[in-house]
């Protein structure tokens, strides 16, 4: 396939049939047509390419999170193409060890329509994104008392129409994308699709202590803690 934008030409010629003029032509002759007739015989079609092309970015604008807190992610798929989306847009998020879905399944929203699974979340569209639009997931987890020390939640966005991410993504797809490279806390792939964010985790530990600044107190006297 073509990239988006580019300009593909489709090249043909004719000859043989006791036409005088125009021989039996080859892949060779047929290769060196510039215009239609030109040389004599030759057709050529020129098309500019035009496709949507999905990207996705995701975030919960932090780089550290609470055990027993909820932590809100954000999801943003952009068509970069010169094309509106068509069929079907898959974005599917898998939760890490140490996040649980906070909410309602099934969930609606810009017009995806959201289904959890366990870790997996898989959000379905078909309602075109424009060329250069955008539309944006969002959704809480909640970080177990128990989530190690860091937390990476990948997703990858496919279909609709995209050439170079034909196959909607599932879990097995997803698992596979990178984490963000230190020092970045989140990344995002445009070829791939995937989008990554990491976290690291930690926690509230309270503790009290209590002094009057005195060994001893009075009978009847009063003291201050």
Do not use: E, W
């Not at 060196?32 to 007739?37: F, L, Y």
């Not at 399944?105 to 309602?127: A, K, Y």
């Not at 424009?130 to 008392?145: H, P, R, S």
């Amino acid at each position: 396939s073509s990239a988006n934008g580019t300009s593909v030409t489709n090249k043909a010629r004719v000859g043989g049939g006791g036409d005088p003029n125009k021989v039996a032509p080859t892949p060779a002759t047929a290769a060196v047509c510039t215009g239609n007739n030109t040389p004599a015989g030759c057709a050529i079609d020129i098309d500019t390419v035009t496709a949507p092309i999905l990207s996705l970015t995701k975030s919960d604008a932090t780089t550290r999170v609470l055990r027993g807190a909820t932590t809100a992610y954000t999801l943003t798929v952009t068509n970069n193409g010169a094309a509106p989306t068509s069929g079907t847009i898959r974005v599917f998020d898998v939760l890490p060890v140490g996040l649980t879905f906070s909410g309602v399944s099934p969930f609606t929203v810009s017009n995806f329509t959201c289904t959890v699974t366990g870790q997996n979340i898989s959000c379905d569209r078909t309602v075109a994104i424009t060329a250069a639009g955008n539309a944006t997931i969002t959704f809480n987890a909640l970080v177990d008392a128990a989530a190690p020390t860091s937390i990476t939640n990948l997703a990858k966005v496919g279909g609709g129409g995209d050439p170079s991410k034909i196959t909607l993504p599932d879990a097995v797809a997803t698992q596979a994308c990178p984490a963000p490279v230190s020092p970045a806390d989140t990344s995002s792939d445009p070829s791939t699709g995937c989008a990554a964010d990491t976290d690291t985790v930690g926690y509230v530990n309270l503790a009290m202590s209590k002094d009057d600044g005195q060994p001893f107190m009075s009978i009847n006297g009063t003291t201050v803690y």
